[in-house]
Each structure stands twice: as C-alpha cells, then as structure tokens.
T-cell receptor
Framework: NAGVMQNPRHLVRRRGQEARLRCSPM?????VYWYRQLPEEGLKFMVY????????ESGMPKERFSAEFPKEGPSILRIQQVVRGDSAAYFCASSPTGLQRTGNTIYFGEGSWLTVV | AQSVTQLDSHVSVSEGTPVLLRCNYSSSYSPSLFWYVQHPNKGLQLLLK??????LVKGINGFEAEFKKSETSFHLTKPSAHMSDAAEYFCVVRAAGNKLTFGGGTRVLVKP
C-alpha cells in the first residue's frame, strides 16, 4: 500500500508565476490535509478537504491560495502569483475518515519544497 | 484553543547517552498528543501517540513518552541515543476537530 504521494518534490518558480502541488492520498483515504512549513518553523495547518468539499480552510491565506480535492484524481494546492514569502515545504496528509474516528492518526507525505526566486 | 511549546530548540547528546525532549501543551479539551520525527528534507514519521489510554506510551526506535495531565507535559525520552536519531522532532496536539497543532520543533544533534 503506497503512502501519501506528493509531487513535485521540488519546485522552483519565479515571482508572479503559479505553483501547483499535487497530493495523492493513501489508498482508501478520502480526507486530505495540507500543512505548510516555513524555514526553521513547525508545520502550520492550511486546509482540510474531503472528496469535492472543503471542510476547513481557516489556515489558508485569503488571497492567491486555493485547494481542491476532486472526485477523481489528486488533491491540488494552487498558489497564484507566487512571492518569495511563499517559499516553504508543503506537506499533504491523509486519513480514512475524520480524525476523531481514525484512532487519531494521519499519514504525511514527504513534502513538496517550493522555492520562489 | 490549543498550543504546544517545545522547551528546547536544540538538544545535543553523545551517542549512547539518554535523550530528553520536552513538550508542554495547553488545550481546552482532553487532547491527543503525538511525536513526529523529520530527517533532513524528508517527510514526517510518527514516533508515538497518546489517545487517553495508558499514560506511558512506547513508540518506534526505542522512544517513549509520558503524558502528565497535572503538568500538561508530554516529554519524549530514549535511554540511549544513536547517530541515526539526529533529526528534528515535533510535538503535536489535537484537541478537537481535525486540526493538528505543531510545536516549533527540537533539533537533535548526536555526537560520536
């Protein structure tokens, strides 16, 4: 059973370009979470999605950031018009149900490192 | 609201000596607590978790942690450090909902 797969692992974008980060959850998992890790900091929650629904986006910046988890295909975190401050590691995680009902464990991918130049 | 404080940003130990990583949390609810390890440029690996069962939790690679409600602590220990333990360690709390709150991390250096 493959783990949470993220791609690309490393992405370089110029300021003003768009970044798209993809996440395929573990097989059988329908809940996806995105976290951001700025340099020298811990991870911070961004958004929680189920198939075709955004459940909690309280950690998402109000502008330029969006996330989706379509019925078919991976979850996408999209950052428009990137700025240097968007440089970070973006981690995706998945769980089979909401955390209250899964023994409280979510599984993280290996991350996507975005560098904005 | 929930928060996590890792009391040491860096810990340096000699190989074969004990490791102690300190974590305090605050939560309005009965929390679930986790320790994750992150090796350089790698993802997060779950070491152990506490979910209101036994207060002393054993994890992988010889790590264990003790939940102390009276002290709101969840310190991570290992009796004998190995070179491969050099990494960053995160204490994490989930109180309610589906959000995890991470501490700032403790970077462990193991000297030969």
């Amino acid at each position: 059973n493959a783990g949470v797969m993220q791609n690309p692992r490393h992405l370089v974008r110029r300021r003003g370009q768009e970044a798209r980060l993809r996440c395929s959850p573990m097989k059988g998992h329908s809940h996806v979470y995105w976290y951001r890790q700025l340099p020298e900091e811990g991870l911070k929650f961004m958004v929680y999605l189920q198939k075709e629904n955004i459940i909690d986006e309280s950690g998402m910046p109000k502008e330029r950031f969006s996330a989706e988890f379509p019925k078919e295909g991976p979850s996408i975190l999209r950052i428009q018009q990137v700025v240097r401050g968007d440089s970070a590691a973006y981690f995706c995680a998945s769980s089979p149900t909401g955390l209250q009902r899964t023994g409280n464990t979510i599984y993280f991918g290996e991350g996507s490192w975005l560098t904005v130049v | 609201a929930q928060s996590v404080t890792q009391l040491d940003s860096h810990v340096s130990v000699s190989e074969g000596t004990p490791v102690l990583l300190r974590c305090n949390y605050s939560s309005s609810y009965s929390p679930s607590l986790f320790w994750y390890v992150q090796h350089p440029n790698k993802g997060l690996q779950l070491l152990l978790k506490y979910t209101s069962a036994a207060t002393l939790v054993k994890g992988i690679n010889g790590f264990e942690a003790e939940f102390k409600k009276s002290e709101t602590s969840f310190h991570l220990t290992k009796p004998s450090a190995h070179m491969s333990d050099a990494a960053e360690y995160f204490c994490v709390v989930r109180a309610a909902g589906n959000k995890l709150t991470f501490g700032g991390g403790t970077r462990v250096l193991v000297k030969p």
